[in-house]
């Protein structure tokens, strides 16, 4: 018997059972388009996101801050009444430490210039950017005014794409500032010829104790704005209103309570009063939104109004503290490369700091997805499986049902062998056309959930996704029906054997 006359009666067989091989099929369709769609939706989502943050310098970016609680002392001398547990009382104890008026909130893990430069020297590091952010009033001339100032990095990765006239910072330390354009121009320097004309200038940097600048509060609630002057006048104005609180027609409790509110504070000779001069050596813009989303602190750059160099803003910002040891909230730290992110992340731990990277968080996306592509993927092989006993209970019928037609193809020579290899044919049939048909079905599926999904990923990392969250590469297009031939082809086995043993003589005598 020829190799194709074994395909033509398994066909033929497979046709006069239409309605039972559709059933069989549509077990095989399912699995097979649940197998598909997982594979091409965990691939093309991984795909887009390392396309989407891959080039990103952002993922290499590893934001990290120090860590904060109350001081031990507080706790220890907080006093609980009554008698509690030592479990409780060690509780209350803490949350008492945590409420006391003037609380100080100190870092346990401190961020200090000492480590910044350790941080610094870690393998793969390229650079390290603190955190110094600080409102201050500046002057030059008669102009005054005031506004966020902020540390920048030198080199070609800080904030060179920026000036718009002179040039960035030489060195971490040298003594110049970076002015905002905006002022310039504010301060009657309209035409760019005369924007350059301001390089050289010298801007006044001042800060003053909590009393004299407690003015600046009213910039927010009046909508206004006043001088450094006009500043220091409200503020001395307003330490006045505990003696003014008598003349005022308003209850006895609320005149103790503007008096307790507005009387000044006893004098600290630690208090500092801050004046220094900077030279202006460039003139910086604002980023664009593009800018911004490959720049630390992306929605403080609006609002900056100078910038210094990193050991110059932290000599400065020390001089204020007015404290021992001065130390920084946050910085960003950047590694070299998107394959040394984590090893940069694991040694930064090891110094007591809290780390945040964009790699931490794409991790525990890309395993949450191999989650539920595995999950999917288990629905796919039960679905499979299904359908590969129902293969197996269907054939086992059909060589019951065609015991007869079996022994006649014997008694004209079919070997045991031939007989078999009809039954395996049938099988392997059946899972290639459905394993194909669970192809196309899952691609069909894929056109209406692509939107969908793009949708979640955009929602989750707050970016448009401009990649298909479906990819059908030619390996798994191929590899699918494949995969279902084998399974159903193993499922035939059984039957196809006990079809092929069957004695001619009592099969011919079969009804």
């Not at 390089?199 to 609630?221: A, M, P």
């Amino acid at each position: 018997m020829r190799k194709i006359d074994l395909v033509g009666l398994a066909l033929t067989a497979l046709m006069q059972r239409r309605t039972r091989t559709a059933l069989t099929l549509l077990g095989i369709v399912v699995g097979a388009c649940l197998l598909v769609t997982s594979l091409a939706a965990f691939r093309g989502v991984h795909i887009a996101i390392e396309n989407q943050f891959m080039g990103s310098e952002r993922l290499q970016r590893i934001h990290v801050s120090a860590k904060y609680g109350d001081r031990q002392e507080a706790v220890d001398e907080a006093v609980v009444e009554g008698s509690v547990s030592d479990e409780r009382r060690n509780r209350l104890k803490k949350e008492i430490a945590r409420r006391l008026p003037g609380r100080q909130w100190v870092p346990t893990s401190p961020i200090t210039p000492k480590l910044l430069t350790q941080m610094a020297e870690i393998e793969h590091v390229e650079y390290v950017w603190p955190e110094l952010e600080r409102y201050w009033q500046f002057n030059w001339d008669e102009h005054d005014a005031h506004g966020r100032t902020m540390a920048a990095i030198t080199g070609s990765q800080g904030v060179e794409h920026l000036i718009v006239a002179g040039r960035s910072f030489n060195a971490d330390d040298e003594k110049a500032v970076l002015i905002h354009e905006y002022f310039v121009y504010d301060w009657g320097f309209r035409d760019d010829s005369q924007a350059e004309e301001f390089l050289g200038e010298k801007i006044r940097v001042e800060n003053y104790t909590q009393r004299r600048h407690v003015g600046s509060f009213f910039d927010h609630y009046s909508g206004s704005e006043f001088s450094v002057t006009e500043k220091t006048l409200l503020a001395s104005l307003l330490v006045q209103l505990p003696e003014l609180a008598d003349r005022l027609e308003v209850p006895d409790e609320s005149k103790a309570l503007l008096k307790r509110a507005f009387t000044a504070a006893p004098e600290d000779d630690e208090q500092i009063e801050i004046s220094e001069e900077y030279e202006v050596v460039g003139i910086f813009r604002s980023p664009t939104e593009d800018e911004r989303k490959n720049m630390p602190w992306e929605w403080k750059w609006d609002s900056t109004a100078l910038l210094f160099p990193v050991k110059t803003s932290i000599h400065l910002n020390s001089k204020l503290s007015g404290q021992e040891q001065f130390w920084i909230d946050s910085a960003v730290v950047k590694a070299d490369a998107n394959e040394t992110v984590r090893d940069v992340v694991d040694a930064l731990e090891a110094t007591g700091v809290k780390t945040h990277s964009m790699v931490e968080f794409l991790e525990h996306v890309l395993k949450n997805l191999a989650l539920i592509m595995w999950g999917m993927t288990g629905f796919a092989g039960a679905a499979l499986l299904v359908a590969a006993i129902g293969i197996t209970n269907t054939m086992v019928m059909a060589v019951l049902e065609r015991t007869r037609e079996i022994g006649i193809m014997k008694a004209v020579g079919a070997s045991e062998g031939q007989i078999m290899s009809i039954f395996l044919i049938e099988g392997m049939l059946l899972g290639l056309v459905g394993g194909s048909l669970g192809v196309l079905s899952g691609w069909g599926i894929s056109l209406g959930m692509d939107s969908w999904v793009r949708s979640i990923l955009e929602g989750e990392f707050h970016e448009p996704m401009t990649e298909p969250m479906f990819v059908f590469p030619a390996w798994l297009a191929l590899s699918v029906p494949i995969f279902c031939g084998i399974v159903t082809t193993a499922a035939a086995f059984y039957p196809a054997r006990r079809a092929a043993r069957i004695d001619p003589v009592q099969a011919l005598r079969h009804d």
